[in-house]
């Protein structure tokens, strides 16, 4: 096969237009994903924005829920 023709297939954790949360925001606002760099050795850089805000961040430093003990400031 021909170098040209090859596929690859890359997992992330989150895709564009997800909704997460900053896992250390103490405000645990929702943010939406808006960029995606993909690094060898499988790392994924997520760009994330809330409102004019933008984060550059891997993905175990987000998730889909929102941290509530972190809001309550525990």
């Known amino acids: 096969m021909n170098d ?3 596929k690859h297939v890359h997992y992330t954790a989150f895709t564009f237009g997800d909704f997460v949360y900053l896992k250390t925001d103490v405000n645990q606002e929702q943010w ?3 960029d995606i760099e993909l690094r060898p050795n499988g790392v994924c850089i997520y760009t994330v924005a809330c409102g004019s805000s933008t984060y550059t961040g891997y993905d175990f430093e987000l998730s889909t829920l929102p941290n509530e003990s972190k809001k309550l400031g525990l």
């Open 32 to 34: 939406i994903v808006t």
């Open 4 to 6: 040209i023709h090859k």
